[in-house]
């Protein structure tokens, strides 16, 4: 997604948590395409951190001309029993709260015509049992988002979600069991999952002129299988 909008012309920020290899490899490819990415480390469960994130973007670019809210955490268990309350308060502050302290921060330094794009999942409409928490905040990040559109809609500013279906990244080997992984992606009509390239001009999409008077609504990757 970085590299998709430094082939745009964007000077992107990109805030991470501790992937550092794979952060040094987005920022080499950003500026092969002759565009600055900055990176910046830390967890988006801070509230401080968030407002960090913020307030570097504006130091070094002194706008926010397009807001991404990217980052989740999703782990898999059979049976509400075995999900902590700690597993529980982790999943909604990376994955909801986030997202509200970011924009929050973000809105009185984007101009008109900005739009917010936040990443939802199939998993808002069709919740997985074994990914409750994380479905459940899918769902929230959906109905944020329809409500941001209407509340930014008199500062000229757009919100929009993307909701993917299955899409390989390291985090499906990381958080599901093995089983899962090797059948990973068969239950959408096109019988694989996304490549995070299949996604990425979706959000580029979202984020031009052309898309001007799209807010409010969820754009769905999915291979095929329906949100409605």
Not at 7 to 29: C, F, I, P, Q
Not at 146 to 166: D, F, H, T
Not at 215 to 228: D, F, H, R
Request: hydrophobic residues 45%; aromatic residues 6%.
């Amino acid at each position: 997604m970085a590299l998709a909008f430094a082939r745009e012309g964007a000077d992107v920020l990109v805030a991470y948590l501790d992937e550092h290899d794979d952060a040094n490899e987005t920022k080499r490819l950003v500026e092969e395409a002759g565009r600055k990415c900055v990176l910046l480390s830390g967890d988006v469960s801070t509230s401080d951190h968030c407002r960090q994130i913020v307030k570097r973007a504006v130091d070094e670019f002194g706008r926010i001309d397009v807001l991404i809210n990217n980052a989740a955490h999703q782990m898999s268990f059979n049976a509400i029993e075995e999900i902590s309350d700690e597993e529980w308060e982790k999943t909604l502050s990376t994955n909801i709260s986030a997202m509200f302290y970011i924009v929050k921060a973000a809105v009185p330094h984007m101009p008109e015509g900005s739009p917010i794009i936040n990443t939802s999942s199939v998993n808002a409409d069709a919740p997985s049992p074994h990914l409750l928490a994380y479905a459940t905040t899918k769902g929230a990040i959906q109905n944020f988002t329809g409500g941001l559109a209407q509340l930014l809609a008199e500062k000229g500013i757009r919100a929009n979600a993307v909701a993917p279906g299955p899409v390989w990244t390291p985090l499906i080997p990381s958080t599901m069991p093995v089983e899962a992984v090797t059948h990973f992606g068969e239950q959408v009509p096109m019988k694989r999952p996304a490549q995070p390239c299949e996604l990425a001009s979706v959000y580029v999409m979202l984020a031009s002129e052309e898309a001007s008077y799209v807010s409010g609504a969820t754009i769905a990757v999915t291979g095929g299988k329906p949100i409605i």
